[in-house]
């Protein structure tokens, strides 16, 4: 017996999924501040194949590291952890609906549509995201609404 605790596979999965979501955010910030995994590497000490890896969900990121990507980029550590909500991270495994090479079918979009929006004025900024939060069913913000 080895001196390594043994954790089961349904953990593993889960530690994994929880892995790929936080990867996920991180690019989701670089790509939208239109940094490449290079600077980011730059601003964490590493490799952008180490950023990479953290990206894809293949390695775990550490409380330091990840803190230091959340003061980097100005968000708090929770935003990497939104929509993880307790008991409900399913697995990735071959039956996760992922569309080609490895990807959500809508992350890509997702990562244009911040991409873009770094162009907009503020003023237009604001409506744009009223408009989301109106077609997402969300409840505008009075704030964001009434700032100019």
Request: proline share 5%.
């Amino acid at each position: 017996m080895s001196g390594k605790p043994q954790v089961d596979e349904q953990t593993d999965d889960v530690a994994h999924a929880i892995n790929e979501r936080v990867g996920k955010r991180i690019k989701m910030i670089r790509v939208t501040n239109g940094h490449s995994q290079e600077t980011l590497g730059r601003v964490l000490g590493l490799t952008f194949q180490q950023v990479q890896k953290y990206e894809r969900g293949s390695n775990k990121i550490s409380a330091d590291k990840l803190w230091r990507v959340a003061q980097h980029y100005h968000v708090e550590l929770e935003y990497f952890f939104q929509d993880i909500e307790p008991g409900a991270v399913q697995p990735t495994g071959p039956g996760a609906e992922v569309g080609k090479q490895g990807r959500a079918p809508h992350e890509r979009l997702r990562l244009e549509i911040g991409r873009e929006a770094r162009r907009l004025p503020p003023r237009l900024l604001r409506a744009v995201l009223n408009v989301m939060r109106a077609a997402s069913g969300a409840p505008a913000d009075a704030a964001i609404v009434e700032a100019e």
